[in-house]
């Protein structure tokens, strides 16, 4: 290249590298709109998670007593005893007691019928609407507890009118199914709760039975309307079981974006104006579905915070890269003589090789002036970088060198050797002393609380220790030290071997 030309090549290097950098720049802001939204979706699901979890809780919480009485009251001898033998006094005397149970238990109602679906004792015996005497065997929880199994159903009261969830038992005698007990319970603290928190969060949480018909909401407009489409087979069920009075009509919903599987943007005719973020649950147990609903702000907002943190960072970095790439002419004698891993604060490896000569040369002079390597290596981490992230991983390697600095002494040395390999040189040390801050470093590692976003990482280091002898070479020593660490891991890790 002549003179001229190699002159106008290096002119346009900065031109050129701005110009990579711009788009580098303009693709990391890209990349961070992306990221953010990743980010957002996935703590968005992470609440959703975790407020199913709690609404099943809470769900389980309302329906733990009412899931005992019938079980309880299908062992009674006075409920035997009438199905038995029915007759007014023994009714009378069986509905004292069921009214005294419903009372203790927050139940509704509570009643016993024969096999033709009669009502024979009631805990609301002398209410104007009481239960005995009329015939419920259209009831597919009636119907279900015949065939031996456990009823569970929501529906209006045929007679009360009152919504209300159903479980219902068989009682048997002699092996045979001869009548049921039945209680209803209503869902108003759980209605209450879920008020106070659309009141609060603006969470709209819906609670619906198996068909996705809503029972349980904060806001009237959604009862007794379907969350889903309704075949007409499932229409014509739940009319002849006389399930709700009322005509079935869908929430109106307009579906949005489709985020990830079963999470969606969604739109209500009833929240004119409020966009929300929808997923559904599903629990078989209880024959009940859940539909969580959060502001979309939410989302938007996360993704936001994001987008702009790392847009700031990139332009950190972009800022950063121009002052660096001004500076690299000068600053390449000190990049090159760096002692230190930025990361995990340990030595590096070209400090290491000044180290270990001086070491060498005065062991092979005076004999007693022995020193010990231990070479040190995370276990499994390419898997703590893959479960919990690079970022994490990084946390892992600053923490690790810290406890390292910490437990060496002064004359000692620890080096970054690679990725997550460290090596840690103990002067005037024999096996023994050198065995035992290697376990010490070990056991630290191993006790450590390693977090990242609230979860535990499990951290072991497994190391391979060597003495060097005199006139061996470094390489000799490392070989013999990871022919250790190499024997550590293949006996299952989390140990240190000589």
Aim: net charge positive; charged share 20%.
């Amino acid at each position: 290249m002549k003179p001229f030309s190699r002159f106008a090549a290096i002119r346009n290097w900065p031109r050129t590298m701005l110009t990579a950098l711009v788009v580098v720049l303009l693709a990391s802001v890209l990349a961070a709109f992306q990221q953010g939204q990743h980010i957002a979706r996935e703590r968005l699901e992470a609440s959703f998670d975790r407020s199913s979890i709690s609404r099943l809780n809470l769900l389980q919480r309302e329906l733990h007593s009412p899931f005992l009485v019938p079980e309880v009251l299908t062992a009674s001898k006075t409920v035997r005893a009438l199905l038995a033998q029915p007759n007014p006094t023994a009714a009378n005397e069986q509905s004292r007691i069921l009214e005294e149970t419903a009372l203790n238990t927050h139940v509704d109602v509570i009643y016993v019928m024969d096999l033709n679906g009669n009502c024979l004792a009631a805990s609301n015996w002398q209410a104007p609407d009481s239960f005995v005497g009329k015939n419920y065997q259209f009831r597919p929880y009636f119907q279900q507890a015949l065939a031996g199994h456990s009823g569970r159903y929501v529906a209006k009261g045929v007679t009360s009118a009152k919504l209300g969830y159903y479980l219902a038992r068989p009682v048997t005698l002699d092996g045979k199914i001869n009548g049921v007990v039945v209680a209803k319970i209503s869902f108003d603290a759980l209605s209450a709760h879920l008020k106070a928190i659309w009141h609060q969060d603006e969470e709209l949480n819906l609670v619906a039975d198996k068909n996705g018909v809503v029972f349980v909401s904060p806001l009237d407009a959604f009862i007794l309307k379907s969350m889903t489409p309704m075949a007409a087979t499932q229409r014509k069920t739940i009319e002849s079981s006389r399930q709700f009075d009322d005509v079935l009509q869908p929430v109106a919903i307009t579906p949005g974006k489709l985020l990830a599987e079963g999470l969606r943007f969604v739109e209500f005719a009833e929240l004119p104006g409020a966009s929300f973020l929808q997923k559904a649950y599903a629990f078989p147990d209880l024959e009940l579905g859940l539909f969580l609903h959060v502001p979309a702000s939410h989302y938007w907002k996360i993704v936001a915070q994001f987008t702009a943190m790392l847009t700031l960072l990139a332009l950190v970095v972009f800022l950063a890269c121009i002052s660096l790439y001004q500076r690299w002419v000068y600053s390449a004698k000190l990049i090159e003589t760096a002692i230190r891993d930025p990361l995990t604060g340990l030595h590096t490896r070209l400090y290491m090789g000044d180290w270990c000569q001086a070491a060498i040369q005065t062991h092979n002079r005076i004999p007693s002036a022995a020193f010990g390597l231990v070479v040190f290596d995370l276990d499994w981490f390419k898997q703590v970088n893959d479960k919990y992230g690079h970022l994490a991983g990084d946390d892992v390697l600053r923490r690790v060198g810290q406890l390292i600095r910490n437990a060496i002494r002064g004359q000692d040395l620890a080096v970054r050797f690679g990725g997550e390999e460290i090596a840690v040189f103990v002067q005037g040390a024999d096996l023994a002393e050198t065995l035992a801050l290697a376990e010490r470093i070990r056991q630290s590692v191993g006790q450590f609380m390693f977090q990242s976003k609230g979860q535990v990482i499990p951290v072991t280091l497994s190391g391979g220790v060597a003495i060097h002898t005199v006139g061996e070479s470094l390489d000799a020593l490392f070989s013999r030290a990871d022919e250790k660490l190499y024997e550590a891991k293949e006996r299952g890790r989390n140990q240190i071997r000589s």
